[in-house]
T-cell receptor, first 115, second 113 residues
């Protein structure tokens, strides 16, 4: 149980285009999902907390207009990187929270490369 | 504020040897503690967790961890390491409510023959 999927697993796009990444909890409902960014050989950097039916909460320094988050249902959150630039290239990972003890289950990640 | 320290950036062990990865946390109340493992290019997999009760917790893949309140530690152990255990290991601390986990910087484990 507690499986989280992400799609796509890998995407290459041109500078200036927008990219949407989906995060789904497959066998449970998640009122809260989290989006992280990970640079090579580094830890996870929390970007935002996504709450179903309400606006996402962004961490300091994360541009909300650039990284659009939508949590339209209890099993789906999306991250859209708008007008992507090469510096946005990174590994993006989502997680879904479930249970009383704040357990988070992670998706497999999405490798974004902006040319 | 919550924080997690993993003092060892990189550890190399021989296959079959024992392993201990260190994790120290800073948190005002009883924390929820987690260990995750990440293989290259993959997401994070939950190895084990501690919420309350028995301070020695068992996880998947033969891992265990011990919560020591007096030392603010939650070290991960495995008695005999396998080559497939080579990966990045993250310790994390959380709490009740809608708060995200706080992660350590990770420890990279290399396994040599």
């Amino acid at each position: 149980g507690a499986v989280v999927s992400q799609h796509p697993s890998r995407v290459i796009c041109k500078s200036g285009t927008s990219v949407k990444i989906e995060c789904r909890s497959l066998d449970f409902q998640a009122t809260t999902m989290f989006w992280y960014r990970q640079f090579p050989k580094q830890s996870l950097m929390l970007m935002a907390t996504s709450n179903e039916g309400s606006k996402a909460t962004y961490e300091q320094g994360v541009e909300k207009d650039k990284f659009l988050i939508n949590h339209a249902s209890l099993t789906l959150s999306t991250l859209t990187v708008t007008s992507a630039h090469p510096e946005d290239s990174s590994f993006y990972i989502c997680s879904a929270r479930t249970g009383l003890h704040n357990e988070q289950f992670f998706g497999p990640g999405t490798r974004l490369t902006v040319l | 504020a919550q924080s997690v320290t993993q003092p060892d950036i990189h550890i190399t062990v021989s296959e079959g040897a024992s392993l201990e990865l260190r994790c120290n946390y800073s948190y005002g109340a009883t924390p929820y503690l987690f260990w995750y493992v990440q293989s290259p290019g993959q997401g994070l997999q939950l190895l084990l967790k501690y919420f309350s009760g028995d301070t020695l917790v068992q996880g998947i893949k033969g891992f265990e961890a011990e919560f020591k309140r007096s030392q603010s530690s939650f070290n991960l152990r495995k008695p005999s390491v396998h080559w497939s255990d080579a990966a990045e290991y993250f310790c994390a601390v959380g709490a009740a409510g809608n708060t995200p986990l706080v992660f350590g910087k990770g420890t990279r484990l290399s396994v040599i023959a």
